[in-house]
């Protein structure tokens, strides 16, 4: 009787392993492929959410970009904004310098900088956030990703720190994601008509509004 009580179980695990296993390619797909350590790998993932950000924020209509799914949620151009200041801000957190172009004071000015552009400024602003943020983490040595730092109240080591940015920047790509399917916006990455799209977009989309 134990057996039979145990088999079920055993096979619904092994069908999970299996499923994880299949959707292992799918992720190695966009960062490239091949051999990476943390950190090629933090990059590469970076390269990834820049492309999709800015070529999301570009499908975007311009009269589309004040669309709100509630009131005292964040619009469009907030969220995209939001990521334009993050890429920026971030790394004062772990005790980097801003960019000589943000805003002094943090997130509120910054935010109320980026809110005053139109769409192109915002796109534009958010290329060269992540541009700076990609060269910061690609040029981080092993003793600096070593270092202690405090983000959001935790105490974690500066490479811990980057996955943990990674991951709130991941929740905003799936919050724009839902945002475009919502507008009727196909992702240019899961167009079948373009180049970049490929057996994994759905999941992709899939994982990302998960977030």
Known sequence: MIFR???????????????ACLAVPATAQYLGGGTKDA??????????????????????????WAWQPMEGVRSVHDVMSLIA????????????????????????????????MGKDEVIANMERSFEHLIALVGGLTPEQRAQE?????LTVDLGTAVTLMAN??????????????TNRIVPPWSRPDTE??????TDDDASEEGA
């Open 85 to 116: 200041a993050e890429g920026t801000l971030f790394p004062t957190m772990w005790g980097f310098d801003k960019a000589a172009w943000t805003a002094d004071g943090g997130f509120g000015p910054e935010l109320a900088r980026l809110g005053a």
């Open 168 to 181: 709130d920047m991941h929740e905003h790509l799936g919050q724009s994601i839902a945002y475009a399917r």
């Open 39 to 64: 950190a090629e790998a933090q990059v590469a993932d970076l390269e990834n959410m820049r492309d999709k950000f800015v070529s999301l924020a570009e499908a975007f209509p311009e009269e589309t």
């Open 5 to 19: 009580f145990m088999q079920p179980v055993r096979s619904t695990a092994l069908a999970v392993v299996g499923m």
């Open 149 to 153: 730092v405090s983000f959001f109240g």
């Open 196 to 201: 970049e799209a490929d057996d994994d977009a």
